[in-house]
């Protein structure tokens, strides 16, 4: 019997994209195995969004070239299909394959849904592909521009066996999730009326994409829609989300977050920045970190700029030197740390629903994470007193 063994890459997309994968394998008897030496067949299923998601692809293909049991290496995902990434051919492998079109490795490439998620407690499932908006540093549009929604029957269906299968929490992922065809907050509406014992986190979303709608969801079925908004601000400077070609202003951002936290008092409230843009001057950086300050984060995603060839930002002048761009990722580290344990400050001694997320893991419906005895916890979803000890 043939052993395969996956690596997976990048954003929830990927990981999500892989368990098609590896269903479609299994489905041929192949066995997954957790280790690149015990297997025949290697699937790389790689990021592009910066460069060092390009590394780390270039080096584990070296790496596994390397392998006395030789495998059969295939390379897919956003990597294969950046027209300006030059991809290093392995040593010698016995067969090298480059798949650009990834769905020829799903089961049912129309379908695109699972039943389980390897070695997870909770399962992502993908409910859109695609994006258009072409903010200037990124290159996700140029190498996932088809944009695609999920059937909504397809999404009831794929949650009713993932949760009958186990899985408390649904993360719903796309790559760019409030372009779903039918409406996002339409589509939840639908779900939170499944009569089981479930709850859904939205993985991402565009300030400009949370309605009214979506927010009412939130606040009328808190067991059923988690008290957590991932929203991207990547800058606190208007000029510098003007050259970002981001569609709002800071002042759309603290109103609209205002709303929401109004509306939502327990809300985690999480996003990413991007530190070092083209252009990017102490001004704009200290504009970044007032914002920041001044305003209900629970948590920061610090990335610091990468140039992506072929992308508008890659072409602007007067870029930030390294060495500055560490200090100022430096900087906002600081201040993430520092919304973190106010967070946290705020939650302890208050009652959270989790799900289990590991051995001695759960999470909050507002995302944070305890450590505990969970050996006596049911699976399904319980309740818990936030410690000092939490973290999030």
Not at 69 to 88: H, M, Q, R, S, Y
Not at 228 to 249: A, F, T, V
Request: aromatic content about 8%.
């Amino acid at each position: 019997m043939k052993k395969f063994y996956i690596h997976t890459f990048g954003c929830k997309v990927n990981q999500y994209e892989s368990q098609l994968i590896s269903e479609k394998y299994k489905k041929n008897k192949f066995v997954r195995v957790q280790t690149p030496e015990e297997a025949d067949i290697i699937i790389f299923n790689s990021c592009t969004v910066t460069a060092q998601a390009d590394k780390e692809c270039q080096y584990f293909l070296r790496k596994v070239s390397k392998l006395p049991n030789n495998p059969e290496i295939i390379l897919t995902g956003c990597i294969v299909k950046n027209k300006n990434v030059d991809i290093k051919q392995p040593f010698k492998p016995k067969k090298f394959t480059i798949i650009k079109n990834k769905t020829t490795l799903f089961s049912e490439p129309e379908k695109q849904t699972i039943t389980n998620f390897d070695k997870r407690s909770r399962a992502f499932l993908k409910i859109q592909d695609g994006c258009d908006s072409f903010c200037s540093y990124c290159i996700v549009p140029y190498v996932r521009n088809v944009l695609w929604s999920k059937p909504e029957n397809e999404i009831i269906s794929e949650i009713t066996n993932l949760v009958t299968n186990g899985y408390r929490e649904i993360v719903l992922t796309g790559i760019h999730i409030g372009k779903f065809s039918d409406g996002l907050s339409n589509l939840l509406n639908k779900i939170v009326q499944i009569p089981i014992d479930f709850r859904i986190r939205i993985s991402s979303i565009e300030l400009n994409e949370i309605d009214n709608k979506l927010i009412g969801l939130m606040q009328n079925n808190p067991d059923k829609l988690c008290q957590h908004l991932h929203i991207p601000l990547q800058s606190g400077s208007d000029e510098i989300l003007k050259r970002m070609n981001r569609k709002y202003l800071t002042k759309d951002f603290e109103e609209k977050i205002e709303y929401i936290t109004n509306i939502l008092p327990n809300l985690a409230l999480t996003t990413d920045i991007i530190t070092g843009f083209p252009g990017e001057n102490q001004t704009h950086h200290k504009e970044t970190y007032n914002f920041i300050q001044k305003n209900p984060f629970a948590r920061l995603h610090i990335f610091r700029y990468s140039d992506r060839k072929g992308t508008t930002s890659s072409s602007f002048a007067n870029k930030v030197p390294q060495d500055l761009i560490k200090s100022r990722a430096k900087d906002l580290s600081k201040i993430d740390l520092e919304k973190r344990k106010k967070f946290i400050t705020k939650n302890i001694g208050k009652k959270r629903k989790i799900v289990k997320i590991g051995p001695h893991k759960v999470l909050t419906d507002n995302y944070i994470s305890i450590t505990t005895d969970t050996s006596k916890l049911s699976k399904k979803i319980s309740e818990i007193t936030v410690p000092e000890n939490a973290e999030i």
